[in-house]
């Protein structure tokens, strides 16, 4: 169970604890990692158990905030994530009914609600108890004296994970790939019935079934292998996940219906939507489908969309989000699925909640991203935007041809990029000195600043701040100097002349300036402190290469800093609440 | 003559500098040889003779080992990697795994190819014991003298050899070499110094295939050696009036065109996309994601990964490293050439050598033996020659 709990780190880390039953039900946790857990806690016994680590939401990290929750007579034993919204009227009602809270988690609620309906059928009792209950969760109930756990969710992720006389319960699938590699994909309103040789389920209070999946990520693939951190690991992955994203191309036939009518059409307007890095890669996503296909198109974080979205008449709405978990982007898919808008996910997870919502679901190839910092999972949705809109591109069948030949060089372009690892370690000694670093690029590579520096401040705590480089004069250049480096990202295509502008009008305020060029661009070498030299791609894929470049960097300066960079604080891998 | 080794130990830190350009960003034991790196042959080996315990030596750009294993890693074996900070010689590459091995291990080099026969005999060798071969070439190595099956004395490339039997790099040790080992930094020079002390030193000579990669050229010999135990395989997709002739093994997700002839042994890796009318001739490796225009011939050759290889092209006797990007109608015929590597002069049969993410634009013509450095680039119509640096930009 402790194993399992480390490989789900990644969605939280502040406090973990686990509970096993036996001639009594032991619970033991702590405001620690699980990796700490592990070394102080005494040994259990027993054939039924579960565990939690947990990402605080209401209640700071603490031990009695800690899960699995205890209802008053020790006996019903819960984990759950998410978030019970009507959890105050609830905890005051059952404390006029003698109910005893120790913590201040929404959380606890539930052994207590599940305590006050229990007559002996514990499956009864969660059913009865959720009725109650207003929110999302992944619950698993366990019952002193009891068989079986109970489970259940409701637009939080949970899998039953099959074995042999044995099974498993999971919020995600790495945690047990050590154990099985045959799932199964709750779906909401499901509570399930799991023993060591069965499993059942219902819904909506009749009985269910739920098909078996295979899962083809092996445990080698969600471990280090020889890397110091899962990040570095993943870095190198990236020519990889670049192959197996681009490889089935040659034999696909229509990727997506919709974008040819659209494109035939061009009346229409596109929604891109997303958060965090892949807010980034929409970013990028919207050049590409301007320079392509000449629709209009709008890029829109999801939790700003979701208040303040208009919803104008767009038909088609792209979705990004690398758990499929994201809360804000499964809101706002809801929302834009009320008013009849198509939607289309792009998501690494098979089976992830927003699969079930959107119309179409393509999964990207990128395999299970442990470092809290995206990075291959980034370039494997950029991959996918290329691929759908070279699919639909309105340019000369020339040039399209020359694009798609790029493409597929793509993956030996970030090998070339990987190779510059040591050239790029030596620039981070160098950067990790300061305080403050700024990013700026223009055009397709302006997002690209913007993932630069969101890497570089989410694993290595310096301030970062990618700009678009037009937008120095107005207000950021008040802040230029010696301690404040510039990196800046050149890009070959017609915004070239102006960037080498405002490089010099950086290096005219004294900031020390590192550039990222293509290569055979000497442009910069008589300004900069550094070049650093990317290879030759259209000015349309070079986010890809410049991004892994900034990746590099990022890693490398946190690491001369000592950061944890897989697990950085106050950080959790997928965002499941708002 | 009687117990089985259980553990074996590879090293796989060195760069081998006179394989440039291919080695400027990977090992020796990384060139992919028919799809697959040597190191995979080796590790293949020591699988099939029932070994499951094995401790990498990995320095000279480890990511490219440690990428590679990530995807690859053989089933039903411990794999523990050890990092050679600097690569100062063999022996001293054993001594970083001391903590790691147990009784007896076998040691052996992660950059020459061999096959499970090949140490089928020497897996039962008793430590301390060095396994030896016959070769044409000694001289390029270091050849043995033997006494009784007793090894006498190690003599390094000598310009004489006083005979054809070499040392393989592969030896049975026990815990007992590490007492002799510092301040070593080569094995032989450690295996003379044991036999100075008087500990006896046994010599097992194997008929199996062993087979080292010395010079760029040498990648070819290897490839035609692996593509002779080829059978065929289809995967992909191939489509009307494709000739396939011998042993052809095509990756899935493969499109191979109309009118294309496919001469094996031949290997086609994952979604390339080839043809229409291109002739693949005998010994030819073809890596991942590669796509080859109409009119190219293209024999005994290894193009590897993403290379992009237009329209009207002749290849032959060529290594074509990952990404590189020919536009078209590239001439590399096959000749008699002279190759200059660190000041030695060699004559051999060869078309070209061009390392990783090269482009050549239209009708270049390639003198035989010409060695063009990683990143380059060539202009159309240019014709090139001799050993070119890498990033080297031909106007």
């Excluded at chain 1, 819904?203 to 445990?219: D, Y």
């Excluded at chain 1, 829109?300 to 208040?307: C, V």
Aim: proline share 4%.
């Amino acid at each position: 169970m402790l194993n399992c709990l480390g490989h789900l780190e990644y969605r939280g880390y502040d406090s973990c604890g686990i509970a096993v039953s036996n001639s009594s039900i032991q619970v033991y946790k702590d405001a620690v990692r699980v990796a700490e857990l592990k070394k102080a806690i005494p040994p259990f016994e027993g054939s039924l158990g579960i565990g939690h680590t947990r990402w605080a939401t209401h209640g700071k990290p603490s031990r009695t905030n800690a899960h699995p929750h205890v209802g008053c007579q020790n006996e019903i034993t819960v984990v759950h994530n998410g978030i019970i919204n009507n959890f105050l009227p609830l905890k005051q009602k059952l404390i006029e009914e003698g109910h005893a809270f120790s913590s201040e988690t929404d959380s606890e609620v539930i052994p207590h609600l599940i305590e006050k309906y229990y007559a002996g059928d514990l499956e009864k009792a969660v059913e009865r108890a959720l009725a109650d209950v207003k929110g999302s969760y992944a619950i698993i109930v366990m019952g002193y004296g009891e068989n079986a756990l109970i489970a259940a969710r409701k637009d939080s992720p949970l899998i039953i994970a099959l074995g042999d006389h044995e099974n498993y319960l999971a919020s995600d699938v790495p945690a047990i790939l050590d154990y099985s590699s045959r799932v199964i994909y709750l779906e909401d309103g499901d509570i399930a019935t799991v023993t060591a040789d069965n499993v059942s389920f219902r819904n909506g209070g009749k009985s269910a079934k739920r098909t078996e999946h295979k899962v083809h990520w092996s445990v080698e693939e969600a471990r280090k292998s020889g890397y110091e951190h899962y990040m570095l690991k993943e870095i190198h992955e990236q020519p990889n996940v670049i192959r197996d994203t681009i490889g089935n191309w040659l034999l696909d036939g229509e990727p997506l219906e919709d974008l040819k009518r659209m494109s035939e059409g061009g009346m229409e307007t596109l929604l891109i939507l997303a958060c965090g890095t892949s807010y980034h890669a929409a970013m990028v996503g919207k050049y590409i489908v301007q320079e392509l296909l000449g629709l209009p198109v709008r890029a829109e974080l999801a939790s700003e969309f979701n208040y303040y979205g208009r919803i104008l008449p767009e038909t088609l709405a792209i979705a990004i989000t690398q758990s499929g978990e994201t809360a804000d982007v499964l809101l706002a898919i809801k929302k834009l699925k009320d008013v009849g808008c198509r939607v289309v996910a792009i998501t690494n997870v098979i089976g992830s909640r927003v699969s079930r919502l959107a119309d179409r679901t393509i999964i990207t190839r990128a395999g299970p991203e442990i470092s809290v910092a995206a990075t291959k999972s980034f370039i494997a949705q950029l991959m996918v935007i290329y691929w759908l809109m070279m699919h639909y591109a309105r340019v000369e069948p020339k040039r399209q041809a020359e694009l798609v030949l790029q493409l597929r060089q793509m993956a030996s372009r970030v090998a070339q990029v990987l190779d510059k690892e040591s050239e790029i370690a030596g620039l981070a000694t160098y950067f990790a000195k300061y305080d403050d670093i700024f990013f700026i690029g223009r055009g397709i590579n302006y997002p690209v600043a913007l993932e630069g520096a969101l890497k570089l401040k989410e694993i290595s705590y310096i301030h970062a701040e990618g700009f678009a480089a037009g937008e120095l004069k107005h207000g950021p250049f008040a802040l230029l100097g010696p301690n404040k480096p510039v990196i800046g990202i050149v890009t070959n295509d017609a915004t070239h002349q102006a960037m080498l502008t405002n490089i010099r009008e950086v290096k005219a305020r004294g900031s020390p300036l590192a550039t990222l060029v293509s290569e055979g661009d000497d442009s910069t070498d008589t300004l900069a402190d550094f070049v650093i030299t990317v290879p030759q791609v259209d000015p349309l894929f070079s986010p890809v290469v410049n991004t892994v470049v900034l990746q590099l960097l990022a890693y490398h300066i946190a690491r001369v800093r000592g950061c944890p960079i897989d697990f950085p604080k106050n950080l959790a891998k997928s965002v499941t609440v708002e | 003559m009687s117990i089985m080794i259980k553990q074996a130990v590879i090293l796989a830190a060195g760069e081998g500098q006179r394989l440039r350009p291919f080695t400027v960003s990977k090992p020796k034991a990384m060139l992919a040889i028919a799809g697959r790196p040597i190191i995979d042959y080796v590790i293949e080996a020591v699988v099939k003779n029932g070994i499951n315990d094995v401790v990498l030596v990995l320095g000279y750009h480890k990511e490219q080992v440690l990428d590679w294993l990530s995807i690859n890693e053989p089933s039903g074996l411990e794999i523990t990697c050890v990092t050679q900070a600097n690569q100062l010689g063999s022996a001293h590459a054993l001594a970083q795994v001391e903590p790691y091995v147990k009784d007896d291990f076998l040691v052996l080099p992660g950059d020459k190819l061999i096959e499970a026969s090949t140490i089928a005999q020497f897996i039962h060798a008793d430590p301390q014991a060095v396994m030896a071969k016959r070769v044409d070439n000694p001289s390029r190595y270091g050849v043995l003298t033997i006494e009784k099956d007793l090894l006498k004395v190690i003599t390094e490339k000598p310009r004489d050899p006083s005979s054809n039997i070499i040392n393989t790099s592969v030896y049975a040790f026990n815990k007992k070499v590490f007492d002799f080992i510092r301040p070593e930094l080569d094995i032989p020079d450690v295996l003379n110094k044991m036999v100075s002390r008087g500990i006896a030193i046994s010599t097992h000579e194997t008929q199996g295939v062993w087979l080292d990669v010395v010079y760029p050229w040498d990648i070819l010999n290897l490839n035609g050696v692996v593509l002779r135990h080829l059978s065929t395989s289809l995967g992909g997709q191939v489509e009307a009036l494709v000739a396939i002739k011998g042993q052809v093994n095509i990756g899935k997700g493969t499109i191979i065109h109309s009118n294309s002839y496919l001469a094996g042994p031949l290997t086609i890796g994952e979604n390339c996309d080839i043809g229409p009318n291109v002739c693949l001739m005998a010994a030819t490796s073809i890596g991942d994601n590669v796509s080859i225009s109409p009119f190219t011939e293209i024999t005994n050759s290894i193009i590897s990964n993403d290379v992009i290889i237009g329209s009207g092209c002749t290849i032959q006797d060529s290594v074509i490293d990952q990404g590189c990007n020919i536009k078209g109608h590239l001439t590399a015929f096959s000749g008699d050439a002279e190759v200059e590597i660190n000041g030695e002069h060699h004559r051999v049969n060869l078309g070209a050598i061009l390392g990783e993410g090269c482009t050549l634009d239209y009708g270049v013509v390639a003198h035989p033996g010409v060695i063009l450095g990683n990143n380059s680039q060539v202009r159309a119509m240019k014709l090139i020659n001799g050993h070119l640096p890498d990033r080297s930009l031909v106007l």
